[in-house]
Nanobody, 125 residues
């Protein structure tokens, strides 16, 4: 079983910034597309951003485009999500996910093989 471990969640005021991290085993990080998803109670898990292993292309949900940045540090086996100009509607549990790299890049949860335990982000107004 592959373990992904998120950190960096917390309470932040609207308009502020937060950076989430996700550490993965080297054998997972290498040759895997990595994504961030989020979920609020009673709702389905939704796509936030993904970064492809092949070429490093990034894709974002429209709701976060221009505010969030996904990146990866392959030397540290770590995935990041820089969250800027956060809004109360960004409040959710955030999950990192891994999927063996292939084309096209996936943005739906069921396409991902491994998941972290989640980290809570709460944005106050």
């Amino acid at each position: 079983q592959v373990q992904l471990v998120e950190s960096g969640g917390g309470l932040v005021q609207a308009g502020g910034s937060l950076r989430l991290s996700c550490v993965a085993p080297e054998r997972t990080f290498s040759r895997y597309d990595m994504g961030w998803f989020r979920q609020t109670p009673g709702k389905e898990r939704e796509f936030v951003a993904v970064i492809a292993w092949l070429g490093g292309s990034t894709y974002y949900a429209d709701s976060v485009k221009g505010r969030f940045t996904i990146s990866r540090d392959d030397a540290k086996n770590t995935l990041y999500l820089q969250m800027n100009s956060v809004k109360p509607e960004d409040t959710a549990a955030y999950y990192c996910a891994a999927r063996r790299a292939r084309v096209p890049v996936a943005t739906t949860p069921h396409d991902y093989d491994y998941w972290g335990q989640g980290t809570q982000v709460t944005v106050s107004s």
